[in-house]
């Protein structure tokens, strides 16, 4: 019993020794807490505002042609275009990794910048653009963060649709490559079978030289076929799920919540002013 008294007793000095310590230096207090409460209120209240407009790309499918894959695999790589075996979510990962790299190019900020109806230099135009990659969904959620709700919008649209048509364009530019290569090919090789064909020397030789041309022809006449009907697959293979909208408030003007944060620091930094300096008064003595 007396020792519970004892601790009572104890407890009650202490808190009274706080309480004292606080009401001597109870100016500190108000001048630390006023301080860092206007700095807070102005910092909430003069702060520029950052606007957020968001759109989704989202891969719509990889393609497994075997051929295409053998005979000119940089360019397949490009449409999306794989052999059979190959790990689905490995190639989606890749081809997702790709437009966020190319969404990010000199090349097609400058382009951007072009279209722009208000100046901004192109390493600010780099700083607004936040890709975030979803691999479960195939989807790339571009965020764009600007000081202007209309800009942030203009951004965000110019951007996605022309990456979008020079995506287009570029793939549709590689499979017509691919069929004049093809054709040029089919000719020397019809040429190349004429003549072996005309040969009477060696037929053994000559018929497995012939097999092989022309297996290579019905190859290649595959892959141009492929090509010339599943085109549009091929080029329009990225599309946008989510359209960029202009943004009705701004992201970082919650100013309730900065408010609160204002006042608890003020208290936290006052307080601090008046009860540290007791922290090194056992040390002097």
Do not use: C, H
Not at 62 to 68: A, D, K
Not at 177 to 201: A, F, H, M, P, V
Not at 207 to 219: F, K, M, P
Request: hydrophobic residues 40%; charged residues 25%.
């Amino acid at each position: 019993m007396n020792k519970n008294k004892i601790s009572k007793f104890t407890d009650t000095i202490k808190l009274r020794g706080i309480t004292s310590i606080f009401l001597r230096r109870k100016w500190i207090f108000i001048g630390f807490f006023l301080a860092v409460l206007v700095i807070g209120l102005l910092f909430t209240f003069i702060k520029t505002p950052v606007y957020k407009s968001t759109s989704v790309l989202k891969l719509k499918d990889v393609y497994y042609e075997e051929n295409i894959y053998k005979y000119f695999p940089e360019e397949s790589r490009i449409l999306g275009v794989f052999a059979p075996g190959m790990v689905v979510e490995e190639l989606e990962g890749e081809i997702l990794t790709e437009i966020t790299r190319d969404i990010r190019k000199d090349a097609l900020l400058d382009e951007v910048l072009e279209k722009l109806d208000f100046e901004i230099a192109r390493n600010e135009l780099n700083e607004t653009i936040y890709p975030l990659v979803d691999r479960g969904n195939r989807t790339i959620t571009i965020i764009v963060s600007y000081t202007d709700a209309e800009g942030s919008y203009q951004i965000n649209n110019l951007l996605i649709n022309t990456y979008l048509e020079n995506n287009k364009n570029n793939k549709s530019e590689i499979i017509e490559n691919i069929i004049i290569d093809i054709d040029g090919r089919i000719t020397e090789l019809r040429k190349e079978y004429g003549n072996l064909e005309s040969q009477n020397d060696e037929e053994d030789n000559i018929d497995g030289e012939l097999d092989s041309i022309n297996n290579l022809i019905v190859d290649l006449n595959g892959i141009k076929y492929s090509l010339e009907n599943n085109k549009e697959s091929y080029i329009n293979n990225i599309e946008i799920s989510g359209e960029p909208v202009i943004p009705a408030e701004a992201a970082n003007m919650d100013n309730f919540k900065s408010i609160l944060i204002a006042v608890f620091a003020a208290i936290a930094a006052g307080l601090i002013a008046v009860y540290l300096p007791n922290v090194f008064i056992p040390f002097k003595k």
